[in-house]
């Protein structure tokens, strides 16, 4: 049986990601099924990416959804049509049997298998996919195994899995080759999980709620693998690597033992750290701390269930910058309880935040599954059952997001370490440059002014 698994990302911005997520299935499949992982970041024309899927004749492609669209409310992109000319290559060139999985397959499974007519979809985690292929071999109902979905099943389990989890990572494969050649950034995860609830994330949906945590000597040994293969960075993919200071630290003591010298970082919580927490994280290499802040204001935190409040934002910055790190802050504007004063708490509290970059997403997105989705139904935002695929943004009944982006640029004005929206415009005229000249790493730092 040979297996085909396809990354379908070819969005390069602020930087590409390589696609951790099939490292993961490849490595549940045992050796009976001949894999091939292919990213689409590799294929030069569709005609080269036509002739690749001819000659190794898939029995079945997996394809990964990441995103969905640019999450950006001023210049919203789909790639659903990107999608749908993938489907028509593989099924023009192939007999495969097509399965759909991944983080944005996930928050819109149902969606996806309806636009994309698909075979197969596999919702949450993708070791799911050896279960999947070995019912299908031996004819058995496969409707049976949680979070698998077909043409008529459209009801959802959703469970976490709990077999073993083994990344299968290859240093000569040629999508390794050009994530090495385009900022040499590979990745890494240490859990999956998050404990927190924030009410517009869609990560404890995708990952779970429950922390479930590899063994830090394992993860260790996975990032000395990515820096013999040349990584020049590792970006350590954990929806909050922080949400458990003790097997963090683990973690960071293991990449010193094992003699991880490259730099890395992650997504931060804002939470107070304890003492000498971030001075640690420095030793064992952690340069970038990218920290989930959203707003300043203690109402806006509240309402969006964030797990701390800004006087603890300032500490943990403070912190993160004693110890030399680099610094970006998320802004998450115009959620519930967003009005102008709010907003100006937010604009005047970044004045506290010295030496960092901050990206503002003016506009929250509704998605299924979370708190928010709630409140916009009983606001009348959106109709029970409304396909929410195409982006829709709750809408603060406060302030506007041409207000919003107004009182933004004013403070920011001009700054260059203030990015706002997706950041598409300034990311696209500096980054690919800041590659090509042999830059590694995510380079906002070179922002912070
Ligand atoms: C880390 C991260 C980032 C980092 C990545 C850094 C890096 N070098 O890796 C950064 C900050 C750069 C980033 C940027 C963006 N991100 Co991001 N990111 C994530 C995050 C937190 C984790 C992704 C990850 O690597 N997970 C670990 C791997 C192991 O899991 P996985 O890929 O999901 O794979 C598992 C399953 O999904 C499944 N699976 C995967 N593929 C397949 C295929 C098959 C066939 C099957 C069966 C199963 C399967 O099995 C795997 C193992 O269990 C997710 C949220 C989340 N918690 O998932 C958002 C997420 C993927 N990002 C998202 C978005 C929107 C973006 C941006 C577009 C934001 C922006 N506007 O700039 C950019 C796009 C960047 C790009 N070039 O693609 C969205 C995507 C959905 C959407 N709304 O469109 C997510 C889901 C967050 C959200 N808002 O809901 N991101
Ligand atoms: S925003 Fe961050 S901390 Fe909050 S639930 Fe999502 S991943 Fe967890």
């Not at 636009?115 to 799911?128: C, K, M, Q």
């Not at 260790?220 to 993919?237: H, P, S, V």
């Not at 094992?258 to 003492?275: C, D, L, M, Q, R």
Request: with cysteine.
């Amino acid at each position: 049986m040979k297996v085909l698994l396809i990354s379908a990302n070819t969005l390069r911005i602020p930087y590409p990601v390589y696609p951790l997520g099939l490292d993961y299935v490849a490595g549940s499949l045992d050796s009976r099924y001949q894999t091939k992982i292919v990213d689409l970041n590799d294929f030069t024309s569709p005609e080269s990416l036509e002739a690749m899927i001819r000659e190794f004749s898939p029995d079945f492609a997996g394809v990964s959804i990441r995103n969905i669209d640019n999450t950006d409310v001023i210049n919203c992109r789909s790639f659903l049509p990107e999608y749908q000319n993938l489907m028509r290559q593989i099924r023009t060139n192939s007999q495969a049997k097509i399965i759909l999985g991944g983080s944005g397959f996930t928050i819109f499974p149902v969606e996806f298998m309806r636009e994309l007519d698909a075979d197969y979809g596999i919702v949450g985690e993708g070791e799911r996919l050896s279960q999947l292929l070995d019912a299908l071999e031996k004819k058995a109902d496969v409707e049976e195994i949680p979070g698998v979905l077909t043409k008529e099943k459209t009801d959802i389990v959703y469970e976490p899995y709990s077999g073993k989890i083994n990344r299968h990572f290859d240093p000569a494969s040629p999508h390794t080759s050009f994530y090495l050649s385009y900022g040499g950034m590979l990745n890494l995860q240490t859990k999956r999980g998050c404990p927190f609830q924030c009410s517009y994330c869609t990560y404890p949906h995708i990952e779970g709620g429950r922390m479930r945590f590899y063994e830090p000597r394992e993860i260790a040994r996975n990032a000395r693998e990515l820096q013999d293969a040349g990584a020049k960075y590792i970006f350590i993919t954990d929806s909050a690597f922080n949400a458990s200071y003790d097997h963090s630290s683990q973690v960071a003591e293991a990449f010193i033992e094992a003699g991880v010298s490259i730099p890395w970082g992650g997504f931060f919580v804002p939470t107070v750290p304890p003492a000498d927490y971030f001075k640690r994280m420095a030793d064992a290499g952690l340069t970038h701390v990218e920290f989930g802040t959203e707003s300043l204001s203690d109402t806006v935190l509240a309402n969006l269930h964030k797990p701390f409040t800004s006087s603890e934002v300032f500490t943990a910055h403070q912190q993160a910058l004693d110890s030399g790190l680099h610094i970006a802050h998320y802004f998450l504007l115009g959620g519930p309880g967003e009005n102008k004063q709010t907003l100006q708490e937010t604009l005047t509290g970044i004045d506290n935040l010295s030496k960092a970059v901050f990206f503002f997403f003016c506009g929250v997105r509704i998605y299924p599954h979370t708190a928010l989705y709630d409140v916009a139904l009983r606001e009348g935002q959106i109709a029970a059952g409304a396909n929410i695929l195409p982006p829709v943004f709750y809408r603060s009944p406060g302030i506007t997001a041409p207000e919003i982006m107004k009182m933004v640029e004013d403070k920011a004005n001009g700054r260059l370490n203030w990015l706002i929206g997706a950041g598409e415009a300034k990311a696209t005229r500096i980054l690919p440059k800041l590659y090509r000249r042999g830059f590694t790493g995510p380079l906002w730092e070179y922002l912070i002014q």
